[in-house]
């Protein structure tokens, strides 16, 4: 019962994660791409806001369900995909922590109706290590999938 709860727990957090990254992947991330800089400085500002804590914690907490069910299920099969799960969502955690979020502090500092002359444009950057993550958190989905589907 306990594998059960935690398997279908953890799916639903590598699925919030995944849906999530993979929707500013597909609709946000072109959209903020196509923008003048001081449009763009402006939308990033308003579209991040509300992240902040909640990504974290669903991708934290998803780690730790995948931790737990590392220790509880029986098998070598259920152990490895739910602690290669718990891997891929720490790295998910790691690259935004690392490399999203200090891009994403640059730009909360900037002034859109005031951009300075030599103002870096953090989007490529920015882009890249989105991608990563978003693999990653599709990855372990699908993992967790897998995991599910077995026991």
Known sequence: ???????????????????????????????????????????????????????????????????????????????????????LLFGVSVVSHLCNVPLNRQVKKVNPDNLPRDWWDPRPLWRRWHLLRTGLALTAFVVNAALVAMA
Request: net charge neutral; hydrophobic share 60%; no cysteine.
């Open 1 to 87: 019962m306990i594998v059960d709860t935690l398997g279908v727990l953890a799916l639903l957090g590598s699925g919030v994660t995944a849906g999530v990254l993979f929707a500013v992947a597909l609709s946000v991330l072109p959209a903020l791409q196509r923008m003048p800089a001081d449009r763009y400085v402006y939308a990033h500002q308003l579209i991040g806001r509300n992240w902040d804590p909640t990504m974290p914690i669903v991708v934290l907490t998803s780690v730790a369900l995948d931790m737990a069910l590392a220790a509880v299920i029986s098998t070598w099969q259920g152990r490895l995909l739910a602690g290669s799960a718990a891997v």
